[in-house]
Nanobody
Framework: VQLQASGGGLVQAGGSLRLSCAAS????????MAWFRQAPGKEREFVAN???????YYADSVKGRFTISRDSAKNTVSLQMNSLKPEDTAIYYC?????????????????WGQGTQVTVSS
C-alpha cells in the first residue's frame, strides 16, 4: 500500500497551493483520509480529514482557508490551500485510517504518504 503526495512548493503569503495524494495497493473508499503537517522542530499536527460520506473536519488554524476533498473512484484526496500564511510552512502528509470513526490523532492513522514540502514566504 502506498500513498503518494504531491503539489507542494514555494508560494508567497496570501497565495494558494493544491496538494494531491494518490493511494495505490488498496482502496480507501470506506475509510477516513486526512492531511497532517509538521513544521521544523514541532510535532506533527492534524490539518483536516474527510470521511467516506464526504463530511469534513478542520483544525481551527486552517478553517475557512483550506478545503479537503476526495475522489473515491480515483482513490485520491486533495487539499486546496488558500490565503496561505508563513506559519503554514511545513511538510504536509496525507494519511488514511481504516474504518469510519473520525480521528485527529496521528497514532490512529496506519497509512502515511512520504510528505510534500510547503513553504510560504512573507
Amino acid at each position: 500500500v502506498q500513498l503518494q503526495a504531491s503539489g507542494g512548493g514555494l508560494v508567497q503569503a496570501g497565495g494558494s497551493l493544491r496538494l494531491s495524494c494518490a493511494a495505490s495497493g488498496r482502496t480507501f473508499r470506506n475509510d477516513a483520509m486526512a492531511w497532517f503537517r509538521q513544521a521544523p522542530g514541532k510535532e506533527r499536527e492534524f490539518v483536516a480529514n474527510i470521511m467516506s460520506g464526504g463530511s469534513t473536519y478542520y483544525a481551527d488554524s486552517v478553517k475557512g482557508r483550506f478545503t479537503i476533498s476526495r475522489d473515491s473512484a480515483k482513490n485520491t484526496v486533495s487539499l486546496q490551500m488558500n490565503s496561505l500564511k508563513p506559519e503554514d510552512t511545513a511538510i504536509y502528509y496525507c494519511a488514511a485510517r481504516l474504518g469510519w470513526v473520525r480521528s485527529t490523532t496521528v497514532s490512529e492513522y496506519g497509512y502515511w504518504g512520504q510528505g510534500t514540502q510547503v513553504t510560504v514566504s512573507s
